[in-house]
C-alpha cells in the first residue's frame, strides 16, 4: 500500500491485500522451472539419519516413577488454635491430601482470644449468629450477643466434632522460626510449657495464625512496677479480684475498657477512668436493629425452636442478618452520604445515652469519622460514665506511685487497684523471631507491616499467615467468613505444592509492591487515613495502613477465588529442575490401580 505521494508502506497484520499494477499476476509457469517428483529415497534416508541420531540423544533427566495426580506428604505446622487455627484445622485436611498437620498453641485449649479473655462483661459485640463458621451452624444460641464462655463452648465443639483435637499441641510456645536453605525447611524452636522441654522440629510450611490482639501488653509508665495493689491486664484477668467497694483505675476506652467499666460500675466505690483518646459509640455493627444493650438480648423459646425444627427457616433468618453486614461499605469513604448519616446517627444515639451531661459528651465525641477507629456499641458505657461514682479523666497519665496514679497536671488519685485494658501489639509483629536468610520478619515490616495480599512475605519462603497484613475487608463482612475464604486460598496453594513436587514457594517483590501501590492508592479516600489512632494504622494518626483489606469484603472474596500463580516465585524438588518431572511414568494414579 502507499500514500497519496506514492511512499511504499508494509501491509498491516489483517489487511486485506490488493493488487497493484506494480505487483504481476503470475499465470503460468516459466519452461525454465523442472517439476520433476521428489526422489523417495531421499525421505529414506532423512529418517534413517534422523533415528541414528535419536538413538544416541541422552536425556536430561529420568522419568520419575509417580502418578501425575500423586501428593507427596506436606508436613505444614500452624502456630495458634484461635478461630483461624480451628478453621484451618477444619479446612486443610479436608482440602489437602496427604498433610501431615500439627497446631501449636501456648494456651491450654483453643479459642484464642475467647479462651485468656474472661473480664467481666466479655461478649461478642456483633451477633453470635453471624459470628461463626458458614458450615456449622449453632441455631440455639442463648442470646443475641453471646458471652465469651458460650463463643468458647461453640468454637470448642466445632474443634471436636471436626477432629481438630488430633492435631494440636497446646501449652506448646514457639520460641523461633530459621528458614533453613540447604534443607528448604523451617526449623520451629519449641518450649513445652508443661514440662520446660526445649526442642526443635523441621517443617516444609509453616503458617502463623496468632491473630490480631494476641500479644497483650501493660503499659509502661515510669513507677508502674512500684505499685503495691492488684494490677493486671483486662487480657490476664484476675479471677480472685473482687471490685466490690473498691477505689479502681481504669486505663484505656477500648473494646475491653468500654465493656468492663459499666459492668463493674455499679458495685465498685469508684472508678477513675482515664482515657487518652476520645471514641464512637456505635448502635450496632452492621445496622443489624437497636444493638447490644447492657442487659442480655435472650431469643425467645419459640423462635429458637423454628431454628431448630426447620433448618429453611434459620438459614433465612441468618442469610437476611448476615446481609447486613455486607451492605455497609459505603460508610468507610470520606464525605460519603453514607459516612455522614452515620455520624449523626451516633452523634444523636450518644446524646441521648448522655441527655444532662453535654460537657462530658464533648469530651468523648471524636472529631474523626466513625470508623477511623474500630467501632465499640458499648452498651452502658455512657451511662455509666455518668454516674456519681465514675470520674472520667482525659489528663495524661505522668507516673505511678505505691498507692495511686499522678496525672500531667500533677493532681495524684488513690486506688485500691488497677485493670489496664491498653490492648494489645498493634504493629502485627509476631512475638517470637521469624528468620530467613539472617532477615528478620520483624525488620521487614519495619516500618510498617507489609505483605502479598495479606497471606504471605517476599524473601520469607514456604512461610504464610492468615489474617496477615490487609488481610481482611474494612467494615463489610464477618470474620469467620473472611478466615474462611484464606484458608481456601492456602489450600489450593498448598496442593499446587505437594501435587506439582515444589520445593520453595514465595510471593514476588514486583507483585507485592503493586498490591502495596494499590493500598496507598486507596485509603486516602477513605476515613481510616483521618488522625485517629488505631490498631489499623499501627497506631500512628493518619499513618499508612496495613489492617485492612483496600476493598469490601465481597470484593476480597471474589480476588481470593482464582490465585495469581504467575505473582509467586516457585523452585522444584527434581534435581534436574524440570517443571514438567511431576508428571511422572504418564500415568494417572487411578489407571496404575487398573481403575476405570
Not at 142 to 150: I, L, T, V
Not at 336 to 361: G, I, Q, W, Y
Not at 386 to 393: E, L, M, R, Y
Request: charged share 20%; with cysteine; proline share 8%.
Amino acid at each position: 500500500m502507499s500514500d497519496s505521494a506514492g511512499t511504499e508502506f508494509p501491509l498491516l497484520v489483517g489487511e486485506p491485500q490488493q493488487l497493484t499494477e506494480k505487483e504481476p499476476v503470475v499465470t503460468e509457469i516459466p519452461a525454465s522451472i523442472s517439476l520433476s517428483p521428489p526422489d523417495p529415497s531421499n525421505k529414506d534416508k532423512l529418517a534413517t539419519k534422523l533415528a541414528e541420531e535419536f538413538a544416541t540423544y541422552s536425556p536430561k533427566f529420568e522419568l520419575e516413577e509417580r502418578a501425575v495426580d500423586e501428593f507427596r506428604p506436606l508436613k505444614v505446622a500452624i502456630i495458634g488454635a484461635g478461630l483461624s487455627g480451628i478453621t484451618a484445622g477444619v479446612l486443610l485436611p479436608a482440602k489437602v491430601p496427604n498433610i501431615q498437620l500439627q497446631i501449636f498453641d501456648k494456651n491450654a485449649d483453643v479459642g484464642g482470644t475467647w479462651f485468656e479473655n474472661t473480664y467481666p462483661g466479655v461478649r461478642c459485640d456483633i451477633p453470635a449468629n453471624v459470628y461463626q463458621s458458614t458450615f456449622e451452624s449453632n441455631t440455639q444460641w442463648s442470646e443475641e450477643y453471646a458471652q465469651g464462655h458460650e463463643i468458647l463452648a461453640y468454637w470448642k465443639s466445632v474443634a471436636k466434632k471436626y477432629n481438630v483435637y488430633k492435631y494440636l499441641r497446646l501449652r506448646h510456645k514457639i520460641d523461633a522460626a530459621d528458614w533453613d536453605d540447604r534443607k528448604s525447611r523451617w526449623t520451629l524452636n519449641i518450649e513445652n510449657l508443661t514440662t520446660g522441654e526445649k526442642f526443635s522440629e523441621d517443617f516444609d510450611v509453616v503458617i502463623t495464625a496468632i491473630g490480631r490482639f494476641n500479644a497483650w501488653r501493660l503499659p509502661s509508665y515510669p513507677g508502674i512496677n512500684d505499685f503495691k495493689g492488684p494490677l493486671f491486664h483486662s487480657s490476664a484477668w484476675d479471677s480472685t479480684f473482687d471490685p466490690k467497694d473498691k477505689t479502681i483505675a481504669v486505663i484505656g476506652n477500648g473494646a475491653s475498657g468500654i465493656q468492663v467499666v459499666p459492668n463493674i460500675q455499679p458495685i465498685a466505690k469508684h472508678i477513675d477512668h482515664y482515657a487518652r483518646s476520645p471514641t464512637w459509640i456505635a448502635g450496632s455493627f452492621g445496622g443489624e436493629g437497636p444493638g447490644r444493650r447492657l442487659e442480655p438480648n435472650y431469643y425467645p423459646p419459640e423462635l429458637l425452636k423454628s431454628f431448630k425444627d426447620d433448618p429453611e427457616v434459620y438459614y433465612e433468618f441468618r442469610k437476611k442478618l448476615e446481609g447486613k453486614f455486607y451492605g455497609r461499605f459505603g460508610t468507610v469513604f470520606k464525605d460519603s452520604e453514607a459516612s455522614n448519616s452515620v455520624r449523626e446517627d451516633f452523634k444523636k444515639l450518644m446524646s441521648d445515652r448522655l441527655p444532662n451531661n453535654p460537657e462530658l459528651l464533648e469530651q468523648i465525641i471524636p472529631d474523626f469519622s466513625p470508623s477511623c477507629r474500630r467501632l465499640t456499641p458499648g452498651p452502658g458505657y455512657l451511662e455509666a460514665l455518668a454516674q456519681p461514682n465514675v470520674s472520667f479523666i482525659k489528663t495524661p497519665i505522668s507516673h505511678f506511685t505505691s498507692d495511686g496514679i499522678v496525672t500531667a497536671d500533677n493532681v495524684a488519685r488513690k486506688v485500691d487497684a488497677v485493670i489496664c485494658c491498653t490492648g494489645a501489639n498493634i504493629s502485627m509483629l509476631p512475638p517470637f523471631p521469624i528468620t530467613a536468610s539472617t532477615r528478620t520478619l520483624q525488620a521487614a515490616w519495619s516500618p510498617f507491616p507489609k505483605s502479598y495480599l495479606g497471606l504471605a512475605t517476599p524473601s520469607f519462603p514456604n512461610l504464610l499467615h492468615i489474617q496477615g497484613p490487609n488481610a481482611a475487608g474494612p467494615n463489610s463482612g464477618t470474620v469467620p467468613q473472611q478466615v474462611e475464604t484464606q484458608v481456601t486460598y492456602l489450600a489450593k496453594l498448598l496442593r499446587k505444592v505437594a501435587n506439582q513436587d515444589i520445593r520453595t514457594f514465595v510471593p514476588s517483590q514486583a507483585a507485592t509492591d503493586d498490591f502495596l501501590d494499590y493500598c496507598d492508592s486507596f485509603f486516602p479516600k477513605t476515613v481510616f487515613s483521618e488522625r485517629c489512632s488505631s490498631w489499623a494504622n499501627g497506631g500512628v494518626p493518619g499513618g499508612r495502613i496495613h489492617g485492612h483489606w483496600p476493598g469490601s469484603a465481597s470484593h476480597i472474596s471474589w480476588v481470593r477465588r482464582a490465585p495469581r500463580w504467575e505473582d509467586w516465585e516457585w523452585s522444584v524438588r527434581s534435581q534436574t529442575g524440570n517443571r514438567f518431572a511431576w508428571f511422572g511414568g504418564g500415568w494417572t494414579g487411578r489407571e496404575q490401580k487398573g481403575g476405570d
